[in-house]
């Protein structure tokens, strides 16, 4: 039984390290969403719309960041961008990993060291998921050059430069 437990803990931890790195990118529109969504309560318009001005707040920020990371021509603004959106996840990641420490090492000076690389580590992933997750322009890419055979708009394009 033992055994069973140490593994399903290690198990536990991969899966919450895994979430860390996976939703990193989502902590600002998540801080601005709760912001906006608790002064909405306070601003006593109720918890259901509270919440939906949040959600609605939260998503904007995220649609926006995407839109302007992928519209952005200038290499300084989209580093600047992925900065903003990395801030707040170097400092959740800083938190989260600062609270597994506390698990497994007793020395106070190593736990802060662990969590400092944890939290540089949560930042570059979170610039890293933005890059990724913005989507490419028109015309650029491997994927935007490819045409199939099947599909009729490269039929048409191909018919229309057998004329010229």
């Not at 597994?100 to 930042?123: E, H, M, N």
């Amino acid at each position: 039984m033992i055994v069973i437990g140490i593994i399903l803990s290690f198990v536990a931890l991969a899966y919450l390290c895994w979430l860390l790195f996976a939703l990193a990118v989502y902590a600002l529109p998540f801080f601005v969403g709760v912001s906006v969504g608790l002064t909405a309560y306070d601003s006593n318009s109720g918890p259901v719309a509270a919440i939906v001005i949040g959600v609605i707040a939260g998503s904007t920020v995220l649609l926006l960041g995407q839109i302007a990371f992928a519209g952005l021509r200038s290499p300084v603004m989209p580093a600047a961008l992925a900065l903003i959106f990395a801030v707040p996840a170097a400092v959740a990641g800083y938190h989260a990993v600062a609270g597994l420490t506390y698990l497994f090492i007793p020395a106070g000076a190593w736990r802060d060291v662990i969590a400092i690389l944890g939290a540089i580590v949560v930042a570059t992933t979170a610039c890293a998921r933005m890059a990724v997750s913005s989507p490419p322009e028109i015309g650029q890419g491997l994927v935007a050059e490819v045409t199939s055979p099947d599909l009729p708009a490269s039929r048409t394009s191909e018919a229309s430069t057998r004329r010229l």
